[in-house]
């Protein structure tokens, strides 16, 4: 995998040649009633740095610096059993109730009203899903009354008797969760969901014509069902939705690291897959419309590995899914970023699963800390410096060897551009574990000559992560050695890196 390099890998940049603009919600994000994404996550009354309302403010800190711009809620699976009148109005008269999804108990102290009050304190757009599992059509309804309509009805008064007098105003809704899988409360054939997502769109659309909707895809594209659902699906709800969701995760399996450093292959193949089944829909009714893609839960998750931490049935707030992230999965992460940005003209939204504690980006200690994984870094600095346009970059790498996905590109990368400024920003990965990847690219079709910062994310221990006890020992750090002259950017990328370089037009007071 790391035979000497003859030539530099090469990229070529023109702003003539764009992809799409990136929309805002592809930094989206994820807060589910699972294990302690809500509880001691986000919510720790008693908690030092909690506010009157219970919402801790080092972790609202750090929301706000990973630069989420909407949050999915309240699942997941677990918008399946989902009792959202449960979860509102005085919090002593809320029940407790058994949380089937995750065989865990579900206080209700944390409801829709707190959700919304996190979405305005973090500077977040809520994306609501609804029970299609145990309930349907008239739940929806009821809910979007309750959260959408002014006033003057039982349940916008309802609203307003509860503390909300301004209607709350959601406009993206999912229309239920992972509905394809048989592990799902009230799992679905896609005849069945496709009907009713169908009946439930048509409905909340009677109340409110301009929600954007969307439609259950598959939970992944290993699912036996997979592109047939989404085609079945969409038949029904074409006219009525505005985007169908994907699902990924992954993980490094039987120590096949150098597979696991090509995931964003499979998440491409999903992608351009999706994309050719909704458009084959579209050719088949004879629509204009385009249906986009909502990739709202994607991240690096260790489903084969077991729970370290004990756990019973029906605890409160559980440790479950606490993955600890390392430099390896940052860089695999980073990569499926680039992926998400190479198809800005589709992929619309998209939710990191999840936002604290769970698969997370943020991790906290009760009663105590909260600090940031490896993961946090690649998301923050695309979300911060990944806006604008994304351009086609043309890209010259050596392959490498994988054992799933055949012969892969060392390099894999992307680029924003900011049409306003100027400005640039390449994101780029070396999957090679062992050598560092010569690259020169090549700016002459942008005006962005000038060198900003090139920061790396690398590690000489590639199972190096953060943690309690540590939990700055991996950070972003300047590269050194990055050059540019003549309009060709000249640079290494460090073995298994994650990298972000940044450059603005030449300055006019410049010699
Ligand atoms: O994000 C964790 C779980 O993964 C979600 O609840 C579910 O939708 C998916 O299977």
Request: a negative charge; proline letters at 5%; aromatic letters at 8%.
């Amino acid at each position: 995998m790391s035979a000497p390099r003859t030539a530099p890998s090469r990229l070529v940049l023109d702003t003539a040649f764009g992809v799409g603009t990136v929309q805002p919600r592809l930094y989206g994000s994820f807060v589910e009633h699972l294990g302690r994404c809500v509880y001691t996550g986000i919510y720790e009354p008693g908690h030092s740095a909690a506010g009157a309302d219970g919402l801790r403010q080092d972790v609202l800190a750090l929301i706000r610096e990973l630069g989420v711009t909407t949050v999915r809620y309240p699942g997941g699976n677990f918008v399946s059993g989902y009792r959202w009148e449960d979860t509102v109005g005085p919090r002593e008269q809320r029940p407790v109730r058994l949380d089937l999804a995750w065989r865990s108990t579900e206080t209700n102290e944390f409801g829709l009203g707190e959700f919304m009050d996190f979405c305005a304190e973090t500077g977040t757009e809520p994306m609501m899903a609804v029970n299609l599992g145990t309930r349907g059509v008239e739940d929806a309804v009821r809910l979007l009354e309750y959260c959408n309509h002014a006033a003057g009805t039982e349940l916008s008064d309802r609203r307003i008797a509860h503390g909300g007098k301004e209607p709350y105003g959601i406009r993206m809704w999912c229309l239920g969760n992972e509905m394809d899988g048989a592990w799902q409360i009230g799992h679905k054939t896609a005849e069945e969901y496709g009907r009713l997502a169908a009946e439930t769109a048509r409905a909340m659309r009677m109340i409110q014509p301009d929600l954007e909707l969307v439609a259950c895809g598959s939970s992944g594209s290993g699912m036996d069902t997979f592109a047939a659902w989404e085609s079945t699906v969409l038949e029904h709800t074409y006219d009525l939705v505005d985007y169908v969701s994907l699902h990924a995760y992954y993980e490094e399996i039987d120590g096949d690291r150098d597979s696991f450093l090509a995931s964003a292959v499979d998440m491409e193949h999903f992608i351009e897959s999706v994309v050719a089944t909704c458009d084959h829909v579209r050719a088949r009714l004879k629509r204009e419309k385009r249906i986009n893609l909502s990739f709202d839960e994607w991240n690096v998750w260790y489903q084969k590995r077991p729970n370290p931490h004990h756990v019973e049935d029906w605890q409160q707030a559980p440790r479950l899914l606490e993955d600890v992230y390392t430099v390896t999965d940052a860089v695999v992460f980073g990569s499926l970023l680039i992926t998400l940005l190479r198809h800005a003209d589709r992929v619309t939204s998209a939710s990191l699963a999840q936002l604290v504690n769970v698969i997370a980006p943020i991790m906290t200690e009760p009663g105590g800390a909260a600090w940031r994984q490896t993961t946090f870094f690649p998301f923050a600095q695309a979300s911060r410096y990944g806006r604008g346009r994304v351009l086609r970059v043309e890209a010259d790498s050596p392959t490498y060897a994988t054992a799933r996905f055949g012969e892969v590109p060392l390099l894999h990368s992307t680029a924003v551009t900011d049409d306003g400024t100027g400005a640039v920003t390449v994101f780029a990965v070396n999957r090679d574990r062992a050598a560092a990847l010569p690259l020169e690219i090549d700016l002459r079709g942008t005006d962005a000559h000038t060198l900003v910062e090139h920061l790396v994310l690398a590690d000489t221990d590639p199972d190096a992560g953060n943690s309690l006890e540590h939990p700055e020992r991996v950070a972003p750090r300047p590269a050194t050695g990055t050059t540019v002259s003549g309009g060709v950017l000249r640079t290494e990328l460090e073995p298994m890196s994650w990298n972000m370089i940044r450059l603005t037009p030449r300055r006019t007071d410049a010699p």
